[in-house]
């Protein structure tokens, strides 16, 4: 069986004892149909298993992503490729795609990317991901990773966290409420970190691809965050680790907010949350969008501040609040 998949090549599959089997892109229809001929005499090309995929389509594909990234997509498709590992990627179908993105909605973005550049190469015709419906009302996450936390349930976890884990870590969790900064940012301060009296901080982001050196920014420390920076900062070094000593990884800190939201009986709470309750908690002082976002360090490559996250994800405002510095307006 061949088939035309583009106006520049053609791809060739059979159908063996009921199982279909990609024989590759070609670039004329007739290299395709001699790929099928061979098949037919038993020339069959090695299947593609999810498995062997999963472990090297960055390697193939590596784009504009850091290495950061890759390690977190890596970790993300991770479960799925040991799950179905001897799966050949044309075996999946839709339904076991959707069957998947049920009980795990946050992988599926990764895994989207995943499939998708097996259909650039020519592995695949269709993406299997591109049509599930995820049970979170059409994000990638769960709903906790999205939501804004109020102020008490900051404290309660807050206080949770400092009975089970100590005060090095609940303070890092203020910290991160005060200040905004994503995992890795938080991860990676330093004790030399700190400008201008504890006021401001040097953060160092995500490096972009052709760049020596990771992308710097600097924040506002506000005084909740100080305080706590100030009783655990070290003459030098890593400024927050975790309960075992060691820098902070995703898994430790989904371990401790786990936990710790049990532990104070509130609705599961992510990490990220945290961002979004700094954003909120900025635009009820009445921080504009741009200020948020340049805390937040949302820009776009020309180096200005860009608004738009902040005005569709991140700002969840008291309503409130904004009344009342509507009628103080004069």
């Known amino acids: 069986m061949v088939y035309e998949r583009s106006p520049d090549s ?3 599959r059979v159908t063996i004892d009921g199982r279909q089997i990609w024989l590759g892109t070609h670039r004329t229809k007739e290299e395709a149909e001699a790929a099928v001929i061979r098949a037919g005499k038993g020339d069959l090309p090695p299947t593609i298993t999810v498995e062997h995929w999963a472990a090297k389509w960055q390697l193939i594909y590596p784009g ?3 290495p950061e990234t890759n390690r977190q997509t890596q970790i993300m498709v991770a479960p799925f490729a040991r799950a179905y590992a001897r799966r050949r990627l044309t075996d999946i179908t839709p339904l076991m795609a959707q069957s998947w993105a049920v009980t795990h909605p946050g992988q599926v973005r990764y895994l989207r990317l995943m499939f998708g550049k097996a259909v650039r190469a020519g592995i ?3 993406n299997v991901w591109e049509g599930v419906e995820l049970p979170t009302g059409g994000a990638d996450s769960p709903p906790a990773a999205r939501r804004s936390p109020a102020a008490w349930e900051v404290d309660a976890l807050v206080s949770a966290a400092r009975r089970r884990y100590g005060d090095r870590t609940a303070d890092m969790l203020v910290f991160t409420a005060y200040t905004g900064l994503r995992l890795m940012e938080v991860a990676d301060v330093q004790a030399g970190d ?8 040097l953060v160092r ?11 710097e920014r600097t924040v506002a420390v506000f005084p909740a965050a100080r305080e706590a920076f100030l009783r655990h900062a070290p003459d030098v070094g890593l400024v927050w680790r975790s309960p075992a000593g060691r820098r902070w990884s995703r898994a430790a800190v989904a371990r401790v907010m786990r936990s710790a939201t049990e532990d104070a009986g509130i609705e599961r709470l992510t990490f990220h949350g945290l961002r979004h309750w700094h954003a909120t908690w900025l635009l009820n002082q009445g921080a504009s969008d741009l200020d948020v976002a340049l805390q937040l360090g949302h820009g776009r490559k020309d180096g200005t501040v860009d608004p738009t996250l902040v005005r569709r ?9 904004g009344l009342q510095r509507l009628e103080a307006l004069r």
Do not use: I, Q
Request: proline content about 5%.
């Open 10 to 12: 053609w791809v060739a």
């Open 64 to 66: 504009n992503r850091n």
């Open 124 to 126: 695949l015709d269709r």
């Open 194 to 201: 700190v400008r201008s009296d504890g006021r401001r901080l």
């Open 205 to 215: 982001g995500k490096r972009r691809a052709g760049e020596a050196d990771p992308r």
């Open 313 to 321: 994800t991140y700002g969840h405002p008291d309503v409130e609040s």
